[in-house]
């Protein structure tokens, strides 16, 4: 996996993984075949019904599914980098030519930890949030989304939380990479959207 370490000023920088271009040499991951009995057929449903949501434009599944993006917008843009983390066999880590790689280490631990701490104090909230918005909210008519979003975003903090984990603990190899182009600065959001003039 390629992340990029930004500097937005002297004393502050961000890390950047575009979830669109990942490593070209990098096998994508194949699903495993669905196993036998009753375990396989719960796979395969749930897998026909992942693909039958991500192509629901009407009806009640077409309504779900955009309150669902409209939801994942308001997440963190670094989550999928985060995500990525407890798969990934390698990390190529590409930093500012006047940056050293024990600083860009240094730096990188230190955005890990800020992030572990952030996810674990979410993922206690939306733990707590869940089974009172699924008691309270569960007479509504429909699905009980702001419920399941709560439990599902326990979930997934959780497994951010088992990436940055296996980050820290060093059980992924890094690589790091001098760019000269990566000493711009760049302008905009602090979570990177807009990427540097070079």
């Known amino acids: 996996m390629k992340v990029y370490m930004l500097l937005k000023d002297d004393r502050s920088s ?11 040499d990098e096998p994508p991951e194949q699903d495993a075949a669905p196993g036998r009995g009753l ?22 599944m077409g309504w779900c599914r955009r309150i669902w993006v409209w939801l994942h917008s308001r997440t963190q843009p670094d989550e999928p980098l985060l995500f990525r983390l ?43 949030i869940a089974p009172i918005a699924g008691l309270l909210l569960f007479p509504l008519p ?20 088992g990436g940055i984990r296996r980050a820290l603990g ?13 000493d711009l600065r760049v302008e905009g959001d602090p979570w990177g959207r807009r990427r540097p003039a070079a």
């Open 14 to 24: 961000l890390f950047y993984s575009d979830p669109d271009h990942l490593l070209a």
């Open 39 to 60: 375990a396989g057929r719960l796979l395969t449903r749930w897998h026909r019904f992942q693909e039958t949501f991500r192509q629901a434009d009407a009806g009640v």
């Open 86 to 128: 407890r798969t990934t066999n390698r990390l190529d880590l590409h930093h500012p030519l006047s940056q050293s790689g024990a600083e860009t280490s240094m730096a990188w631990q230190a955005y890990l930890t800020g992030r572990r701490r952030r996810h674990a104090i979410r993922m206690i909230a939306n733990s707590l």
């Open 142 to 161: 429909g699905p009980n989304l702001i419920g399941y979003w709560f439990a599902y975003r326990a979930i997934h903090h959780t497994l951010l939380i």
């Open 170 to 182: 060093g059980k992924i190899p890094i690589t790091y990479h001098p760019e000269s182009w990566l």
